[in-house]
């Protein structure tokens, strides 16, 4: 009898080995957790040497738990390089239930280089559970793409012109001019010598 | 010869005429440079930009003049609609198209589709039996979440179309493709609503494809609105964890679209698809959201200490 008695309580030991959370109330009430993302494919121009602010995403709470959202810059090509300093604001934010969405906005701080700088702001969101709603949290996540283009002033005019290769016009174009006004005054010369 | 001249004389000068002079009714116009697309300050022209579909309220302003006064119109008409595959005269959907009228009898706005897409508050009109020539109206409207998404940086998905009519039929047109028109886009919205908020499993070590309990369904289940086409996809924040020491690798949860825990995959810390649930179409009313779940297992490794083990789930739609 004894031996049995030890016996079933061994298999409930192992039966809660890996319970995770509180099955029997976490599903009592409908709860849900919900984020919303209008994402405005923010791709903007931003002249060297210049700083910008622009609009990336608005977000929602959709559901009936207050979220915690935590933004964070994934580059998808050489956005870390020193060609940009890029940020974003805000980083986190509490998107209780039925409040005012919320505008995220990219701020180039100062465009270093030409080139265009692309990736995308990983939303997470956390929950936290009412008391005696048990378990793992399932939570929404999104994101929004980012395209910033650094420019030089010049593409107002519809033309971008790279720093070295007007360097390199203005000193052949300079080239030139000497060229032809040595020459001149050569010509000169022999033309007065005859 | 002298006395028939006379008489002639005569007949011509107390002859009659009568007639009438019939001025038509002009049509009502609409002055195409006092047109614009503005938000709801009035003080941003969003003409050309991509509008927000997520419950953001926009306006926009036109000038009607008609020489027997407002209070010869009959109604004004302003139309919105996808002109890439839909047409001025299609019907109202979420999705494509959309009708706001305002009645000079009545002086009353409608928008037959709901009316969501209007704030009666913010539009602008001269009331009934106005006598001026000429008044800037303002229709305040919204769209809806699923109004179709226009490829960003493009914004000429869409355009108006506003039409006076006058009480003699008369009609005056801006916007439908001659005369300059007014175009927008709309920006990418994606929203996931977890209706599992939560989800345990319960099991002894060893154990293996233990399915998940998310409302006893064996699926964490989850709502979708989008405006355009979409998929699902997961990951894990981590480990799972149990306080005082005690891990179970997230390579142990398994993921899939369906209930074929063979054909499932383990969940990492990168996002990764759900497959089954992918390509999805936009829905077309916003009311009725996709209604989907991703299917959990868990292998509980042998020798595992026992307690509550916990980790996050995280759900997004992607495109």
Same mark, same amino acid.
């Given at each position: 009898?004894?031996?049995?008695?030890?016996?079933?309580?061994?298999?409930?030991?192992?039966?809660?080995?890996?319970?995770?959370g509180?099955?029997?109330?976490?599903?009592?009430?409908?709860?849900?957790?919900?984020?919303?993302?209008?994402?405005?494919?923010?791709?903007?121009?931003?002249?060297?040497?210049?700083? $910008?602010?622009?609009?990336?995403?608005?977000?929602?709470?959709?559901?009936?738990?207050?979220?915690?959202?935590?933004?964070?810059?994934?580059?998808?090509?050489?956005?870390?390089?020193?060609?940009?300093?890029?940020?974003?604001?805000?980083?986190?934010?509490?998107?209780?239930?039925g409040?005012?969405?919320?505008?995220?906005?990219?701020d180039?701080? $100062?465009?270093?280089?030409?080139?265009?700088?692309?990736?995308?702001?990983?939303?997470?969101?956390?929950?936290?559970?009412?008391?005696?709603?048990?378990?793992?949290?399932?939570?929404?996540?999104?994101?929004?793409?980012?395209?910033?283009?650094?420019?030089?002033?010049?593409?107002?005019?519809?033309?971008?012109?790279?720093?070295?290769?007007?360097?390199?016009?203005?000193?052949?174009?300079?080239?030139?001019?000497?060229?032809?006004?040595?020459?001149?005054?050569? $010509?000169?010369?022999?033309?007065?010598?005859? | 010869?002298?006395?028939?001249?006379v008489?002639?004389?005569?007949?011509?000068?107390s002859?009659?005429?009568?007639?009438?002079?019939?001025?038509?009714?002009?049509?009502?116009?609409?002055?195409?440079?006092?047109?614009?697309?503005?938000?709801?300050?009035?003080a941003?022209?969003?003409?050309?930009?991509?509008?927000?579909?997520?419950?953001?309220?926009?306006?926009?302003?036109?000038?009607?003049?008609?020489?027997n006064?407002?209070?010869?119109?009959?109604?004004?008409?302003?139309?919105?609609?996808?002109?890439?595959?839909?047409?001025?005269?299609?019907?109202?959907?979420?999705?494509?198209?959309?009708?706001?009228?305002?009645?000079?009898?009545?002086?009353?706005?409608?928008?037959?589709?709901?009316?969501?897409?209007?704030?009666?508050?913010?539009?602008?009109?001269?009331?009934?039996?106005?006598?001026?020539?000429?008044?800037?109206?303002q229709?305040?409207? !919204?769209?809806?979440?699923?109004?179709?998404?226009?490829?960003?940086?493009?914004?000429?998905?869409?355009?108006?179309?506003?039409?006076?009519?006058?009480?003699?039929?008369?009609?005056?047109?801006f916007?439908?493709?001659?005369?300059?028109?007014?175009?927008?886009?709309?920006?990418?919205?994606?929203?996931?609503?977890?209706?599992?908020?939560?989800?345990?499993?319960?099991?002894?070590?060893?154990?293996?494809?233990?399915?998940?309990?998310?409302?006893?369904?064996?699926?964490?289940?989850?709502?979708?609105?989008?405006?355009?086409?979409?998929?699902?996809?997961?990951?894990?924040?981590?480990?799972?964890? !149990?306080?005082?020491?005690g891990?179970?690798?997230?390579?142990?949860?398994?993921?899939?679209?369906?209930?074929?825990?063979?054909?499932?995959?383990?969940?990492?810390?990168?996002?990764?698809?759900?497959?089954?649930?992918?390509?999805q179409?936009?829905?077309?009313?916003?009311?009725?959201?996709?209604?989907?779940?991703?299917?959990l297992?868990?292998?509980?490794?042998?020798?595992?200490?026992?307690?509550?083990?916990?980790?996050?789930?995280?759900?997004?739609?992607?495109?």
């Amino acid at each position: 009898m004894k031996s049995k008695a030890a016996f079933l309580a061994v298999i409930l030991v192992l039966v809660s080995v890996a319970s995770f959370g509180f099955a029997n109330q976490a599903f009592s009430e409908n709860y849900t957790a919900g984020l919303g993302i209008s994402d405005y494919e923010a791709n903007t121009n931003v002249t060297i040497g210049e700083s $910008k602010q622009f609009e990336i995403a608005r977000l929602s709470n959709e559901g009936t738990l207050d979220l915690i959202v935590t933004a964070t810059w994934i580059p998808d090509f050489n956005a870390t390089d020193a060609g940009i300093e890029f940020r974003f604001y805000p980083d986190q934010v509490n998107l209780t239930v039925g409040s005012e969405p919320i505008l995220f906005y990219g701020d180039v701080v $100062k465009a270093n280089a030409l080139g265009t700088y692309e990736g995308h702001i990983q939303f997470s969101t956390a929950v936290q559970l009412p008391e005696g709603y048990g378990g793992n949290p399932s939570v929404p996540g999104g994101s929004a793409k980012v395209t910033v283009n650094i420019v030089n002033s010049s593409v107002q005019f519809g033309v971008s012109v790279d720093p070295g290769i007007l360097l390199s016009v203005l000193g052949f174009g300079i080239g030139a001019l000497v060229t032809v006004v040595v020459g001149f005054k050569i $010509k000169n010369r022999r033309q007065r010598a005859t | 010869m002298a006395s028939l001249l006379v008489s002639f004389a005569h007949a011509a000068t107390s002859g009659t005429s009568t007639g009438t002079a019939t001025v038509t009714s002009p049509a009502p116009t609409i002055n195409m440079t006092d047109c614009n697309l503005y938000d709801s300050t009035g003080a941003t022209v969003k003409n050309n930009t991509s509008l927000d579909s997520n419950n953001l309220e926009y306006w926009i302003n036109f000038t009607v003049a008609e020489n027997n006064t407002m209070a010869d119109l009959h109604n004004v008409t302003i139309i919105a609609w996808d002109n890439r595959g839909q047409d001025v005269a299609d019907a109202d959907s979420q999705r494509y198209h959309y009708t706001w009228t305002w009645v000079e009898s009545t002086d009353t706005w409608a928008c037959p589709l709901s009316a969501s897409y209007i704030n009666q508050t913010s539009c602008l009109d001269p009331g009934t039996a106005n006598a001026d020539e000429s008044y800037t109206f303002q229709l305040g409207f !919204k769209l809806s979440k699923v109004a179709n998404y226009s490829n960003g940086g493009v914004y000429d998905g869409w355009q108006f179309n506003i039409t006076a009519y006058d009480d003699a039929g008369n009609v005056g047109t801006f916007g439908n493709g001659t005369g300059g028109r007014i175009q927008f886009g709309v920006a990418s919205y994606l929203s996931i609503t977890i209706t599992d908020a939560a989800h345990t499993w319960e099991g002894a070590p060893g154990e293996s494809n233990k399915a998940v309990d998310a409302g006893g369904d064996g699926k964490v289940d989850f709502t979708v609105l989008a405006n355009r086409v979409w998929k699902a996809q997961v990951k894990g924040g981590g480990d799972l964890t !149990k306080g005082g020491g005690g891990i179970i690798g997230l390579d142990n949860v398994t993921q899939y679209g369906s209930n074929s825990v063979g054909d499932s995959v383990s969940l990492t810390t990168e996002f990764a698809d759900v497959t089954g649930i992918t390509s999805q179409a936009a829905p077309s009313d916003e009311a009725s959201p996709a209604e989907v779940g991703v299917y959990l297992w868990l292998d509980i490794p042998a020798a595992t200490p026992s307690g509550d083990y916990v980790y996050t789930l995280t759900v997004q739609v992607a495109t």
